[in-house]
C-alpha cells in the first residue's frame, strides 16, 4: 500500500492545522446556521483528540456516511447544493471532515486550500477591518501548517517567523490588488510602469515573456514597438 509509505501527520503539523481551521471557521459562525457551526468545531475536537491519543482516523465507511448526511442537511437546509450559504456551509463542513480523514503530511495541502477559500468567503459577508484582522491571523496560521509541512522538525518559532515572512511578502500585492490608493501612498516609488520591462512605454502581455527572461536570466531587454490589426494580431515589432 503506497499510502503506508507516505509520511505520517505528526502532531505539531496537526495543532498548526487545526489551530488554522478552528480560526478560519470562527468568524463564519455569525452567519452559518447554528447546526452547522456546531458539527464544523466538534468535527475539528474529534480530530484534534484522535491526534492527541495518537489514533488513527476514522474508517472510511464511517466518514462517507457522515459526508452524505452533511449533504443532506445542507440540502434541506438551504433547498439547494449552489450560492454563496450553502456553497460556505458545504466549505466549512468539509473542511473538518478533510481534518478528520488525513492520514498522511501531504493531506496538509488540500486542507490549506480549504482553508484559505473560507478565509477568503468570509469577506462576502463582511469587510471590517476586526473580520480583515481574524483572517490575516487564520492566513499566518495557515502558512505555518505549510512551513510545518516542508520542515517537521523545526521549532515552533522559527516556523513561526517564516510564516510571517511569508505573509508580510505577500501584503504588497494584497494592496496593490484591492487598496491601490493605499499602496501608491506606502509605495510612491513604485509606479505601474515599472512594470514596462521592454521599454516601449506601454505594460501589456508584450512585458511578460521580457519579464520571465530578465528573471531567470538575466537579460537586458531594448525597447521593442509593436503595432496591431484590427483583430488584435501582431503585424510589426
Request: glycine share 8%; net charge negative; aromatic share 10%.
Amino acid at each position: 500500500d503506497s499510502e503506508r509509505l507516505l509520511p505520517a501527520l505528526d502532531r505539531r503539523q496537526g495543532t498548526w492545522l487545526l489551530a488554522a481551521a478552528a480560526l478560519t471557521a470562527a468568524p463564519h459562525a455569525m452567519w452559518l446556521p447554528g447546526w452547522v457551526s456546531a458539527l464544523c468545531m466538534l468535527l475539528l475536537a474529534w480530530r484534534g483528540l484522535l491526534l492527541w491519543r495518537g489514533s488513527r482516523p476514522p474508517h472510511r465507511l464511517l466518514l462517507l456516511c457522515i459526508t452524505l448526511a452533511v449533504a443532506v442537511g445542507v440540502r434541506t437546509e438551504f433547498g439547494q447544493f449552489f450560492g454563496k450559504d450553502p456553497g460556505v456551509a458545504l466549505l466549512a463542513l468539509l473542511l473538518g471532515l478533510k481534518l478528520l480523514e488525513t492520514r498522511a503530511a501531504r493531506d496538509i495541502r488540500s486542507a490549506v486550500l480549504l482553508c484559505l477559500f473560507l478565509q477568503l468567503s468570509i469577506f462576502l459577508e463582511d469587510q471590517s477591518l476586526p473580520i480583515a484582522t481574524l483572517a490575516l491571523c487564520g492566513t499566518l496560521l495557515t502558512l505555518g501548517a505549510l512551513v510545518a509541512l516542508s520542515d517537521p522538525a523545526g521549532r515552533f518559532g522559527s516556523q513561526l517567523r517564516t510564516a510571517a515572512t511569508l505573509l508580510m511578502q505577500g501584503i504588497p500585492f494584497m494592496l496593490a490588488l484591492f487598496y491601490p490608493t493605499l499602496y501608491a501612498q506606502m509605495y510612491p516609488d513604485c509606479d505601474l510602469l515599472l512594470s514596462d520591462v521592454n521599454g516601449d512605454g506601454v505594460v501589456n502581455f508584450a512585458d511578460i515573456d521580457p519579464f520571465v527572461a530578465a528573471a531567470t536570466g538575466g537579460i537586458s531587454y531594448q525597447a521593442w514597438t509593436y503595432e496591431y490589426d484590427a483583430e488584435n494580431r501582431l503585424i510589426a515589432a
